[in-house]
Each structure stands twice: as structure tokens, then as C-alpha cells.
């Protein structure tokens, strides 16, 4: 049975970082300390802390356990369903939750950096639209998100990751496939794959896109799915705004890309739960994630936003 005195010392043990001065906080002995730790880590089922040369190195599962401590509003029954959840999953694992098209491209390039650093990891991939991604972050159902931009959420830090141009798709023998480069009055007589206008993230796309140009598309098939959209390309329903990272992929489907001209940027971001710290796991991950978007070899369509 989880008891507050153990949460307590765990929360200062993690706040303080050595069990002297976590004991001084709490204004009991070092060896109290230690022995409310142990109970914890016993009644959880797994290692909060790893002893090495005398000091205490917080675990992962300890990282993700602190988060849902840290929200107050959290009673001790929903500690102890983090913990269940923690304990039934891979040891020194990694959740990471990613939009589907970012999942086939770009997650890929970062895994195979990633593995270099930890090749023993597991990793868990939650492929989900740009809207579950903030759930699953905020219910601290994954421990890192790589997705397009959103606006400040709570319980949520968000770090620049990348930019990248808009692209629009069209089938190879479109006549305007012949052009370098496609504007928006170049598509005020076409039929476009358009966006649902209630999805998350979706809104406003018409006018982020035409708007400046007072362009007003004409839709046959709206998708909030950037694969969807290439796919209904490849298949001749349209032509469609697109992000550059499926169009590789979509290339062999007979889909041409061409730079639309527009103000508007894709962006994206590295997102993770809340908190004061991160584990090590964590960190190589992010690491592996900014040598890659840094690399224009291997990210030759987008531009960095944040150095490695």
C-alpha cells in the first residue's frame, strides 16, 4: 500500500537529489529516507533509483512516476494505476508517439541514430493523428511525440524541431507537372484534396494556403491524412497541398511534387509531458532526433530549427 510519507520522500529525493539533503527537508534521518525509498520501490514493484559509486541515478520508470506525482490534483489511486501500467510495460523502454506520415519518413532516420546510442532500448511506437498525440502525451501514455506544431497546452513542453516547404502533389501527367514551381492561381480551376474543416490542427488550412492570393479551391474529398491525400493524387482525383516527407514514398505511385508558392511552413516539433527532468534514455533520443533533422543529407527538404 503506496503511503503519502513514502511520495513525500520520494518527491524531495528527487527535488534534492542525494537522501542528505532529501533528510534535511524532511527533518528526519538520511536512513529514514532510505528505508521509505525501499518500501516505496517494493510496494510499486519496480527500481526507482540506481546506486552506482554511491549516488542515486533516477530510473525511467522513476522519471515517468514523478510526472504523475507532480500533478497535484492526482489522488494516490491514480499513482497507483501509473505504476501498474509502468510495471506491466518493458523495463527502460521508450513510448514514443508519432503521426503516421512522420512514421514511414522521418522516425525511421531517427531510430537508426537512436540505436547507435541504445541499441538494448525497446522502443513502443504509437502511430496516431496529430490530435491523440496531445492526449497521449498529456495522460502520460508516452514519454516523447514528434508531430506538426500546436498552439501552448497544459501539461505539455513543446521544442522547434524542423520547417518545411509546401509542397503540392499532383498525378505525373497533369499538365501543370510540367512547371518548376505551382502558385495558388494555378489551382483556382483544379480539383483539390482539402482538409476536414472541424479536425484538430486542420482549421484554416483553405486560408493559410489561398487566402493570400483570394483563391477559393474546389474540393471533391477532404482528409486530415497527409497519405490519405497522396494516395487520392496517385489515383487521379486531384491534386493536393502536401508536406514533403511521403513524397519519396509517393514518387513510385506516380505522384509529381512541385514548391508551392506560399508564405505558410509546415512545422514541427519535439514534444514531451511536463517535468523537471528527463531520463537518459530520453536525452539520446532527442539527441539522435536533432543529428538527424540537422543532417541535410538525410533531411534534404526541411531546415533545422534547433542545433544538435
Not at 523502454?93 to 547507435?116: D, N, R, Y
Request: net charge neutral; proline share 6%; charged share 20%.
Amino acid at each position: 500500500m503506496i503511503r503519502f510519507r513514502q511520495i513525500e520522500a520520494f518527491r524531495c529525493l528527487m527535488s534534492c537529489g542525494t537522501t542528505v539533503a532529501a533528510a534535511r527537508r524532511m527533518h528526519i534521518t538520511q536512513p529514514a529516507i532510505s528505508r521509505l525509498i525501499a518500501d516505496l520501490e517494493d510496494d510499486l514493484g519496480f527500481r526507482l533509483f540506481n546506486r552506482a559509486k554511491g549516488r542515486l541515478e533516477p530510473t525511467t520508470a522513476a522519471i515517468r512516476f514523478q510526472r504523475a506525482v507532480e500533478e497535484n490534483f492526482l489522488g494516490l489511486e491514480r499513482l497507483r494505476q501509473v505504476a501498474e501500467t509502468i510495471r506491466n510495460e518493458e523495463n527502460e523502454g521508450l513510448a514514443i508517439a508519432c503521426m503516421p506520415v512522420l512514421s514511414t519518413s522521418l522516425l525511421p532516420l531517427i531510430l537508426k541514430e537512436f540505436f547507435k546510442l541504445r541499441p538494448e532500448v525497446p522502443v513502443r511506437i504509437d502511430t496516431v493523428g496529430n490530435a491523440e498525440v496531445t492526449v497521449k502525451l498529456q495522460d502520460l501514455k508516452v514519454d516523447v511525440a514528434i508531430s506538426l506544431a500546436f498552439p501552448a497546452i497544459a501539461g505539455i513542453e513543446v521544442e522547434p524541431l524542423l520547417e518545411a516547404d509546401v509542397l503540392c502533389a499532383l498525378p505525373a501527367n497533369h499538365p501543370l507537372a510540367e512547371r518548376d514551381y505551382i502558385t495558388p492561381q494555378d489551382l483556382a480551376d483544379e480539383t483539390i484534396i482539402g482538409w476536414l474543416p472541424n479536425y484538430p490542427l486542420s482549421q484554416n488550412q483553405e486560408q493559410k494556403y489561398f487566402g493570400h492570393a483570394g483563391v477559393s479551391p474546389r474540393y471533391n474529398i477532404r482528409t486530415h491524412a497527409s497519405h490519405t491525400r497522396y494516395a487520392m493524387v496517385a489515383n487521379g482525383f486531384g491534386v493536393s497541398i502536401v508536406e514533403p516527407f511521403a513524397s519519396e514514398i509517393w514518387a513510385t505511385q506516380g505522384v509529381v511534387t512541385r514548391p508551392f508558392l506560399t508564405p505558410a511552413k509546415h512545422e514541427y516539433v519535439i514534444a514531451y509531458p511536463s517535468s523537471g527532468s528527463r531520463s537518459a534514455i530520453l536525452q539520446d533520443f532527442r539527441l539522435a532526433t536533432l543529428r538527424v533533422v540537422n543532417d541535410p543529407e538525410r533531411v534534404p527538404w526541411g531546415r533545422a530549427l534547433t542545433q544538435a
